[in-house]
């Protein structure tokens, strides 16, 4: 999936904090919690098709791999917890680098498994989606397709 999207909107989108406009199951200042679901020491690992990519985030390091480079690229990013997920950004080679990681059933389509996010990455204008998991919330389905 290529589309022409500013990375930083992509990260304000994906995580934005407003879920209605006022009445019951509003988000507010008072009520507004960020999301916890993947400690910062712990290992995200994500991945996609369509080109192939994938690699994993821990701590303030990522590690982007694609079949050219298969050991990947590391580079720091800063992590933004949101209400709806997380953000990582960073740069790439010299492009703005940011992945959104949302909780939801994710399938990559290609391994006949389910995974717990959903990941948008985007490198540049270059975005993708994909899918992702941790030791904690593991994907489910064939381990070696």
């Known amino acids: 999936m290529h589309i022409r999207f500013a990375g930083l909107a992509l990260v304000s989108l994906a995580l934005g904090a407003c879920q209605g406009s006022g009445g019951e199951g509003a988000v507010t200042a008072e009520n507004a919690q960020v999301y916890d679901g993947i400690a910062n020491d712990e290992l995200l690992r994500f991945g996609g098709n369509e080109p192939f990519w994938g690699g994993q985030v821990v701590s303030g390091r990522l590690t982007y791999a694609t079949p050219e480079n298969s050991d990947g690229v590391t580079i720091a990013v800063t992590r933004f917890a949101g209400m709806n997920g997380l953000g ?58």
């Open 88 to 145: 990582f950004s960073g740069e790439l080679e010299g492009k703005r680098f940011d992945m959104v990681v949302t909780p939801g059933e994710c399938s990559d389509t290609m391994a006949d498994r389910t995974y717990p996010f959903t990941i948008t990455l985007s490198i540049a204008d270059d975005v993708r989606t994909g899918c992702g998991w941790t030791d904690a919330q593991p994907f489910t389905g064939d381990e070696n397709p």
